[in-house]
């Protein structure tokens, strides 16, 4: 079949369409396409955005009109708290665009974009074209935790993956797909369920993390919040990868310094994430921590699946906020990219991190974080940071200064260690 696919000037028309209030029959026509396929592009790539009304900011709470404390609301945090969603979200056109009443509205909008929504196919057609990346380790991972709550005690996948969430290196839907293929020791047998369903076609369009999680999160989300706090540090946080299935390395890159930490974990989960930053908090104290990490950005790896536990201690105090950069645009980090050169000097890409310990990767960052900067006046990160920060936070963090002749980027740092 010719043109089955929408191409982005055919999606600037649905988007106008619908912005016009037309139907989806006269915009299908118009493209001399089946109104069905309108619909479902439309359901398949939208974008959540969580913006208020003029002079109102954003808030989808059942009682905001009538609260007392609708100035300093809280929102999800209040106990009387019930989120409102708007009913005419239910039917044609499912999206905020042609809404005569967008502009006075404070609950979440849903919006049909071409360009997110090109953008958003382009990366789902590049994912179902590439087949698996998952190495054999992962898979023996992945393995542990399903075989045995879904073989031996008959769990369903659904329950198995949404209870052990932050173990899980990919999303549910990566992992029916990996029983179909047969990578996975869980069969289609096991689910009895699925084995009594016939085979559905779908075209749906997942992120490595639930879209949920970037609801007031997104790039643009930042972007608004660092106009309103131009003076806030911001800090990126990414992976580096050595072999697939092996131990992986958490970067956190401060960018007003640019002095970066680095921690080990065996398994690339949300909860080895979630452990680091409660370790770290534990080291420097709530308050510091507060100072250290006012905002976060990241990308939407699945080990940055769970916000809210990043964001909040386990006594449910707020120490950050997270945002997440656009799928494939590495750019909006692109000084913590910059950084990970200097890991690269001394672990090529693809080079395994498995004979490694956390002593070891904190030796590496000291000597990356002693190396001299054009761009901060020829000043190491380290000597920046404790003049921000503080030594003792540096030294509690496993980071101490190496004097300027003694810095080397390679693995000769690890002999006597």
Do not use: W
């Not at 031996?152 to 999303?171: G, P």
């Not at 905002?295 to 997270?322: A, V």
């Amino acid at each position: 079949m010719k043109n089955k696919h929408l191409s982005y000037d055919e999606r600037l028309m649905i988007e106008k369409g619908i912005t016009n209030n037309k139907s989806f029959k006269k915009i299908a026509a118009k493209l001399e396409k089946n109104c069905t396929t309108v619909a479902r592009e439309i359901k398949n790539h939208y974008t959540v955005e969580n913006t208020g009304a003029y002079g109102r900011k954003f808030n989808d709470c059942i009682y905001r009109t009538r609260c007392s404390i609708r100035k300093d609301c809280p929102l999800q945090k209040c106990c009387e708290y019930q989120k409102e969603e708007c009913p005419l979200l239910l039917k044609p056109p499912y999206v905020c665009n042609g809404c005569k009443n967008r502009m006075n509205c404070t609950l979440t909008k849903y919006l049909y974009k071409a360009e997110y929504a090109q953008r958003e196919y382009s990366e789902m057609l590049k994912e179902t074209r590439s087949g698996t990346t998952f190495s054999n380790k992962e898979l023996d991972y992945m393995n542990s935790i399903l075989y045995p709550l879904v073989t031996i005690q008959r769990q369903s996948i659904h329950h198995a993956y949404i209870n052990n969430l932050d173990k899980m290196i990919c999303s549910e839907k990566e992992i029916y797909r990996l029983v179909d293929l047969g990578l996975l020791k869980v069969r289609n047998i096991d689910m009895p369920r699925k084995v009594r369903r016939r085979i559905r076609r779908k075209n749906e369009r997942h992120f490595k993390i639930d879209k949920k999680c970037r609801i007031g999160r997104t790039y643009q989300d930042f972007l608004k919040y660092m106009e309103k706090h131009p003076d806030v540090a911001v800090v990126e946080m990414d992976s580096v990868e050595g072999t697939k299935g092996g131990k992986v390395l958490l970067t956190i890159h401060f960018k007003n310094t640019s002095f970066m930490l680095s921690f080990i974990r065996d398994a690339n989960t949300a909860q080895s994430v979630i452990d680091i930053f409660d370790e770290i908090q534990e080291k420097v104290g709530l308050d510091n921590f507060k100072k250290l990490f006012p905002i976060i950005l990241t990308d939407n790896g699945t080990e940055f699946s769970d916000p809210t536990k990043i964001e909040y201690d386990k006594d449910g105090n707020q120490r950050t906020k997270i945002f997440y950069c656009d799928p494939s645009s590495p750019e909006e980090k692109g000084a913590c990219e910059v950084n990970h050169e200097m890991i690269r000097r001394i672990f090529e890409k693809g080079e395994s991190f498995d004979e490694y310990n956390q002593e070891q990767i904190s030796l590496m960052m000291s000597h990356i974080n002693s190396y001299s900067r054009a761009k901060l006046n020829d000043k190491k990160p380290i000597e920046i940071f404790n003049l921000v920060y503080g030594e003792e936070i540096s030294k509690s963090l496993g980071i101490i200064e190496i004097s300027s002749n003694d810095v080397t980027l390679t693995k000769k740092i690890f002999k006597n260690s």
